[in-house]
């Protein structure tokens, strides 16, 4: 138990809200304000404030599990982990290194996201490892990296959203999904600033907007070029910022320009008088952001479509300026940092490429292994997923719990059923968990030390509040013990300081700089913003502390000349676009007391009261048709499956669109439904628009 106060952040969401925690009932603490911490200024949401009871030893995991004559036993820990080794020995020796997959989450400590990626492509020496970041915002890494040369999800501080002149909103519900937050868009608006959201549900968030814009699901790239060409007929680019500071202009402007308002109508629902509003709004003001959330980036055409939304920041002159530019609101409590320090397939610490020679050399000597050793990218998520019990025999999971979160769920429920070989950690019997031979219990936030970097780019320390359950360990103890089990003796430290000073090393010199960012440092000034790079002798004699960077690309963007590039993209259609068997749209997306996979929430009893089970939000003349009152079953069926969930009628939705939340496994499962074509770049599944067949039940 904490004696005093002990000043720590939110286990969930990648606003990483500031809280004190003190001793209490619920799992040993109690949460209390941090007043301090400026993101949430002691503003919590009711998953923040509930996060204790799932420290509570009557709902979580606190002995190793291992699979028995078909059942779940607790053991030891070392009959568990001797049993994770020889299985991953035995994949290794039958059918290659490749054959062992790691699968990671943005949840995940940077401490542990750089272990996991070391520990795959040294200790077990695979290709197949990625997290459930794919699945999250992948497309705006994407089309940032593309545009700027760097991706950090905003490239400002959250103080920055009331100061500016014009907020456009895409398909975010930050109401719902970061409520502390909502404080910016309503001192925006106090401030005289205003709010266009974009999203086909009339959310909560959208109630908060001077102009609502609700085009069908999956239509965002022809909306956003739409609103190009209305800015251009009007005269109202920016061409001296273009020439200056951008390059790749003329072919967005032609692909543009074909995009009449009319058209983009026709494809998206939103009217011409509204494109032209909008475009007003936006444009009238000094300054503007576009941000950017689930919405338009779950798409097959995820990267394009926020590429064109940049482009409106671009065309003008609003990015790289005060005030102003494209964000995107990350997702996971450590959405940013858990990809940029090598758990993604394609990458090493530091947000370097696994394909670059000299980040492989720089890497490679951090880690005392020689480069020619280190294995070439990967599968994506899905991808990986999908070759389980074929080209992956065995799998070690951290942090994800894809039987409820992946798309077309059970096809990934039988391929992870299919594996010779499934271990998990977690903290909880997830229903990815309950599948696996070995489960190991670990250690959860209040009761460990480590780094996150919330949506802003701050890196900022968790601090440890009280012991572990008798029985629990950390992920970073696990490593440990398999990689010694594996063979490395060395490397793999158990404690985090001695792992963020490694990660430390290995980032200096990468786009994601952490070189000069101490444990000592995050407690003193509350965080610091990557890049941070350590004073080195020759660039900086005095060997002045570097601040941390708070705004980025006032002066130049990351690319090799400076400029921003424009994305040359046109529309086009959804993977799956609405026929005559299934003639509505499915979207998905989530409530405000539940999070994810539901795998914590669903274990905390107030949250339940909250958001008890799955529903189908549908319109009043869709139910009509069905002859479906509030509450009654409903059937919803795509090409994968079939999911029954109560009906909720309102008319906040588009007609030819139903709405279903992803946090619940079994019957009301949305991913039974959801379409995992991939976006081409970020091989991102199109979790935001399938086309569907709504039926009452039993009538
Ligand atoms: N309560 C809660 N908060 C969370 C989470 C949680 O699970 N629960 N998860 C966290 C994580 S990891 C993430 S990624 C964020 C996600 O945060 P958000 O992106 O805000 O969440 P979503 O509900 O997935 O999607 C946002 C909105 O997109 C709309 N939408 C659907 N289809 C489209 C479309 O085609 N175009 C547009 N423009 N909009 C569309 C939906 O109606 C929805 O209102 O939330 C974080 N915070
Ligand atoms: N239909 C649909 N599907 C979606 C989405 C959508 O909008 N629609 N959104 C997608 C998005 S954006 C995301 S981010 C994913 C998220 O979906 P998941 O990847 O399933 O995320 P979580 O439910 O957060 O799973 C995290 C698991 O790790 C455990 N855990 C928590 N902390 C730790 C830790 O420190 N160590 C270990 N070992 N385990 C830990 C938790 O108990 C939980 O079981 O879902 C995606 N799926
Ligand atoms: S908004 Fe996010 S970080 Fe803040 S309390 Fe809620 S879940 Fe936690
Ligand atoms: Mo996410």
């Known amino acids: 138990m904490p004696n005093s106060a002990t000043p720590t952040h939110c286990p969930y969401c990648a606003l990483q809200c500031g809280m004190n925690l003190t001793p209490g009932s619920a799992g040993g603490v109690a949460v209390v304000e941090r007043p301090d911490f400026p993101v949430n200024r002691g503003a919590l949401c009711g998953k923040g404030r509930t996060a204790p009871a799932v420290l509570s030893s009557s709902v979580r995991l606190t002995t190793p599990l291992v699979r028995k004559a078909g059942v779940l036993e607790p053991a030891s820990w070392d009959e568990a982990l001797d049993r994770i080794a020889e299985g991953l020995t035995r994949t290794r020796t039958e059918h290659g290194p490749d054959a062992c997959g790691v699968f990671g989450g943005g949840g995940l400590t940077n401490e542990k996201a750089y272990t996991l990626g070391k520990f795959a492509r040294i200790v077990l020496g695979t290709s197949q490892i990625d997290y459930n970041g794919r699945f999250c915002m992948s497309s705006a890494a994407a089309a940032g990296m593309k545009a700027f040369g760097l991706d950090r999800g905003l490239p400002f501080p959250l103080e920055d959203i009331p100061k500016t002149g014009c907020v456009v909103l895409v398909g975010s519900n930050l109401a719902e999904t970061m409520p502390p937050a909502l404080r910016y868009l309503t001192e925006l608006k106090d401030n005289g600033g205003t709010l266009i959201v974009i999203d086909p549900r009339r959310t909560r968030t959208a109630e908060q907007a001077d102009l609502h814009l609700a085009p069908r699901p999956g239509t965002d790239l022809a909306l956003a070029l739409g609103l190009l060409h209305v800015i251009v007929a009007e005269g109202r680019t920016d061409e001296e910022y273009i020439r ?82 494209y964000g995107c609101l990350t997702g996971q409590g450590n959405g940013q940092g858990g990809r940029e320090h090598g758990q993604k397939a394609d990458q090493l610490p530091g947000y370097r490429k696994l394909v670059d020679p000299e980040a492989r050399r ?82 959860q936030w209040a009761e460990e030390t480590g780094t996150t970097t919330n949506l802003e780019g701050r890196v900022l320390l968790r ?221 991102m599944p199109e979790f935001k628009t399938c086309a569907v067949r709504v039926e009452a039940v039993g009538k």
Request: proline share 9%; glycine share 8%; net charge negative.
């Open 244 to 325: 200056e500071r951008t390059s790749g202009w003329e072919e967005a402007r032609a692909a543009a320009m074909a995009h009449w308002p009319e058209y983009v109508e026709r494809i998206t629902g939103v009217s011409v008088p509204e494109l032209r509003a909008a475009v007003r709004m936006f444009c009238e003001p000094e300054s503007a952001m576009v941000l950017t959330a689930r919405g338009p980036e779950q798409q097959s055409k995820g990267t394009d479509t926020v590429g064109a939304w940049i482009n409106l920041t671009l065309a003008t002159g609003r990015a790289g300026r005060p005030l102003s530019g």
């Open 362 to 443: 720089h890497v490679a000597e951090v880690w005392g292994v020689d480069p020619d050793s280190l294995p070439g990218p990967g599968r994506s998520a899905y991808e990986l997923l999908d070759a389980l019990g074929t080209d992956i025999k065995s799998l070690l999971l951290m942090g994800s719990n894809p039987v409820v979160s992946a798309p077309r769920a059970a096809h990934i429920e039988d391929r992870i059923k299919s594996l010779d070989f499934l271990a998990v950690c977690d903290v909880v019997l997830s229903e990815t968990a309950a599948l696996a031979d070995v489960v190991l219990p670990v250690t």
């Open 463 to 683: 601090r440890r509040a009280i012991t572990a359950p008798e029985g629990v360990r950390s992920d970073l103890e696990v490593m440990n013990e398999l990689a010694a089990r594996l063979g490395v003796e060395k490397g793999f430290a158990t404690d985090p300081e001695e792992v963020f000073e490694e990660l430390r090393r290995a980032s200096a010199g990468g786009p994601a700089d952490y070189s000069g960012i101490t444990y000592q440092r995050l407690v003193e000034e509350n965080g610091v913003f990557w890049p941070c790079p350590a004073p080195t002798q020759a660039a900086d004699p005095a060997g002045e502390v570097h601040p941390g960077t708070p705004r980025l690309f006032l002066d130049r963007f990351a690319t090799e000349d400076g400029r921003a590039r424009f994305a040359p993209v046109s529309h086009r259609a959804a993977a799956e676009e609405p026929d005559e068997e299934y003639p509505v749209l499915l979207t998905t997306g989530r409530v405000v007391a539940q999070y994810q996979s539901g795998a914590q929430t669903r274990r905390v009893d107030e949250l339940n009261a909250a958001a008890p089970g799955p529903f189908v939000e549908l319109h009043p003349r869709l139910a009509e048709r069905l002859g479906a009152a509030e509450g009654d079953p409903v059937a919803v069926v795509s090409r994968r499956g079939r999911a029954v969930a109560p009906a909720r009628i309102t008319t906040s939705i588009r007609p030819d669109t139903v709405f279903m939340p992803f946090h619940w496994p079994g019957e009301g499962r949305a991913n039974t439904l959801t379409n995992p074509a991939l976006d081409p770049t970020s091989r």
